[in-house]
């Protein structure tokens, strides 16, 4: 990502100094986790381990990159996340 600004969109030092962040207890809030196949900043391992965390299964959109919503294909993933919203209101 440097190489497209100069001006460092976050520290990773501050980042990894907060971490690792305490999960939320368990049922008190539904989760999705949402990721994209073509994902270079949080890869598929990452995807993995964010949904174990959270106790999960997490979702992997095919053929779309990091910034799902700025994609040209960002349909794909507003489907998932409509089907998810859809399903917790049964």
């Known amino acids: ?14 980042l ?5 962040v305490p999960s939320i207890p368990k049922g008190s809030v539904e989760l999705l986790v949402l990721g994209a196949n073509d994902d270079f900043i949080v890869d598929a391992e990452g995807l ?3 949904g174990r965390f959270y106790g999960v299964s997490p979702v992997n959109v095919e053929r779309v990159a990091h910034d799902m919503m700025l994609d040209c294909s960002w349909e794909k993933g507003a489907k998932v996340i409509l089907s998810w919203l859809t399903a917790l209101n049964k």
């Open 1 to 14: 990502m440097r190489e497209s600004s100069r001006m460092p969109l976050f520290d990773l030092r501050k």
């Open 16 to 20: 990894n100094a907060s971490l690792p």
């Open 48 to 50: 993995k381990e964010t």
